[in-house]
């Protein structure tokens, strides 16, 4: 299974940061589970939710009010849309696939990963 990011990588702050990850390889309503995480400049990764392969949706209590993941079939494709954003929300976003729910940051146990797309929140 093969994963890539996308989306723009400048976001003005209080807007709307939309990311899309499309899938190959595999298809995403397989028993996987698909995650996004972040990892901000100097920091640690952190997880941010997944979605699984029935569409079911699992967030980080400290993002859920402000997270949102869905997912297209018909395209393959998962997004991950975070509002009000702030330049504390700047970072390397990825998407990863896993064959269990993984809710914690770790690099572990996922299966494959994205290459990570660079977000900056500036105006």
């Known amino acids: 299974v093969q994963l890539q990011e996308s989306g723009p990588g400048l976001v003005k702050p209080s807007q709307t940061l939309s990311l899309t990850c499309t899938v190959s390889g595999g298809s995403i309503t397989t028993s996987y589970y698909w995650t996004w995480l972040r990892q901000p400049p100097g920091k640690g990764l952190e997880w941010m939710g997944a979605i699984t392969s029935s569409g079911s949706t699992y967030y980080s209590p400290s993002l859920k009010s402000r997270t949102s993941i869905s997912r297209d079939t018909s395209k393959n494709q998962f997004t991950l849309q975070l509002s009000s954003v702030t330049p504390e929300d700047t970072a390397v976003y990825y998407c990863?696939?896993?064959?269990?729910?993984?809710?914690?940051?770790?690099?572990?146990?996922?299966?494959?990963w994205g290459q990570g797309t660079q977000v900056t929140v500036s105006s």
């Open positions: 990863a696939q896993s064959t269990r729910l993984i809710t914690i940051a770790t690099r572990t146990g996922f299966g494959s």
